[in-house]
């Protein structure tokens, strides 16, 4: 594996199939040769057609989750510039389309940073407003309330397109979004599968 996705982000990932193509692949990405586009759906109608976020992330010390990050003035330098490519208007709220683009690479990046400007990611169980959500889900605890709350059962982030020179050519990977995240943009409601695992799942 040659790079990572959050958890519960989908989209294109790349892997090396030999131990050499895998070394000269990170080396594409340490040198900032990757372009990466992703896509999410986020709560509200951001004012501004384009906008950047360029704020600095830190270690959240407050957060009751120990892999919590926030905006910080002495942290990593982060930048990220959004897009929006539509809005929306669900019997639920507004919400809106946007495409990202990462000029660094932190952890939650994207996502903490649209939470910053108030426009979390939906379904985002840890920047999305109550970190409480995430503690629930993974000690497998989510009520049908919190279920309803979050609206999906993965945060809608997806990236969806990864480009880098490979042997004297510029390849591109697109990956079209998974279903529930499509299913929401239509304005349908998403059901929840069931968790094997759920204390509260009908035998």
């Known amino acids: 594996m040659v790079h990572r996705l959050d958890r519960e982000t989908s989209g294109v990932m790349v892997f090396g199939k030999t131990a050499d193509a895998a070394m000269e692949l990170r080396r594409l990405w340490a040198g900032g040769f990757v372009s990466k586009q992703y896509v999410a759906i986020v709560h509200g109608h951001p004012v501004e057609e384009a ?37 929306l208007d669900r019997a639920d709220g507004p919400y809106a389309l946007v495409a990202a683009w990462l000029d660094t690479g932190r952890k939650h990046q994207i996502r903490i940073h649209l939470a910053h400007r108030g426009h ?6 840890l920047y999305g407003g109550d970190e409480s959500l995430y503690l629930a889900f993974v000690q497998r605890r989510l009520t049908a309330e919190d279920k309803a709350r979050l609206q999906l059962p993965c945060q809608a982030l997806h990236a969806a397109r990864l480009g880098f020179p490979w042997l004297g050519e510029e390849r591109v990977f697109e990956a079209e979004p998974e279903e529930n995240f499509a299913a929401f943009l ?3 409601t998403v059901e929840w599968l069931a968790d094997p695992f759920d204390p509260l799942r009908e035998s």
């Open 120 to 125: 979390p990611v939906v379904g985002d169980k």
């Open 51 to 87: 906008f950047v976020v360029d704020a600095p992330l830190g270690r959240d010390e407050t957060a009751e989750v120990s892999i919590r990050d926030r905006v910080r003035p002495d942290g990593a330098a982060a930048r990220t510039r959004f897009r929006v490519l539509s809005r």
């Open 186 to 188: 239509r304005g349908e």
